[in-house]
């Protein structure tokens, strides 16, 4: 493999390390269905590749700008919010039964990450106005670079979320049920709290 690209994907792996460390959304979803799912962080990423794969593929296309546009961004924020809001509240409803459901989520994994990412304006800013600068850097090695890009990229997230649903799997042999009922309320408030957030930026 030529070194320049190596170099680039390198790089590439290590934003996207950075990105996936930050906690989010996915994050506290993941954390919530591993208790009850060992492997919730594979279906999991793969609903987050169903949304992103086809937004980098748009990037590359040009409809960024679209996706930038102000009406589109405040569209973006409205749902992501009243999504976030309706999981997180549904999530903290249900704590109490935390041993027989899986905290007000959906029960496909794969549907979770379908829709925590679809409804995340942060995820489409990101890419829009970050991520942007990786897929051009990647378009100068043509169309492999892309797809050796997106693979690594999209891995360095299943490896993530199948490393936070397998440690809250095993998790549950020494947490009291106690204890994995306050860490369900605070999964749902971190969804609520970035629904909050979510819904400031409409007015920003």
């Given at each position: 493999?030529?070194?320049?690209?190596?170099?680039?994907?390198?790089?590439?792996?290590g934003?996207?390390?950075?990105?996936?460390?930050?906690?989010?959304?996915?994050?506290?979803?993941?954390?919530?269905?591993?208790y009850?799912?060992?492997?919730?962080?594979?279906?999991?990423?793969?609903?987050?590749?169903?949304?992103?794969?086809?937004?980098?593929?748009?990037?590359?296309?040009g409809?960024?700008?679209?996706?930038?546009?102000?009406?589109?961004?405040?569209?973006?924020?409205?749902?992501?919010?009243?999504?976030?809001?309706?999981?997180?509240?549904?999530?903290?409803?249900?704590?109490?039964?935390?041993?027989i459901?899986?905290?007000?989520?959906?029960?496909?994994?794969?549907?979770?990450?379908?829709?925590?990412t679809?409804?995340?304006?942060?995820?489409?800013?990101?890419?829009?106005?970050?991520?942007?600068?990786?897929?051009?850097?990647?378009?100068?090695?043509?169309?492999?670079g892309?797809?050796?890009?997106?693979?690594?990229?999209?891995?360095?997230?299943?490896?993530?979320?199948?490393?936070?649903?397998?440690?809250?799997f095993?998790?549950r042999?020494?947490l009291s049920?106690?204890?994995?009922?306050?860490?369900?309320r605070?999964?749902?408030?971190?969804?609520?709290?970035?629904?909050?957030?979510?819904?400031?930026n409409?007015?920003?």
């Amino acid at each position: 493999m030529d070194i320049n690209l190596s170099l680039f994907l390198l790089s590439g792996v290590g934003i996207s390390i950075t990105v996936i460390l930050i906690p989010g959304p996915i994050t506290a979803a993941t954390i919530a269905k591993g208790y009850s799912n060992r492997n919730a962080g594979i279906m999991i990423a793969a609903g987050h590749a169903v949304v992103e794969i086809p937004l980098i593929a748009a990037i590359y296309l040009g409809f960024d700008c679209f996706i930038s546009a102000p009406q589109v961004v405040k569209a973006i924020y409205i749902v992501g919010a009243l999504m976030l809001f309706y999981l997180g509240f549904k999530m903290l409803r249900n704590a109490s039964n935390v041993y027989i459901k899986e905290g007000g989520l959906p029960t496909s994994s794969l549907i979770t990450g379908i829709v925590l990412t679809g409804t995340n304006p942060a995820f489409y800013l990101w890419w829009v106005f970050i991520g942007m600068a990786w897929i051009v850097g990647a378009t100068k090695f043509g169309l492999k670079g892309i797809i050796l890009f997106t693979v690594l990229h999209w891995l360095c997230d299943l490896a993530w979320c199948e490393f936070l649903s397998v440690g809250a799997f095993k998790s549950r042999h020494w947490l009291s049920l106690k204890a994995q009922r306050i860490v369900f309320r605070i999964c749902a408030l971190v969804l609520i709290g970035f629904g909050a957030w979510f819904g400031i930026n409409v007015f920003l």
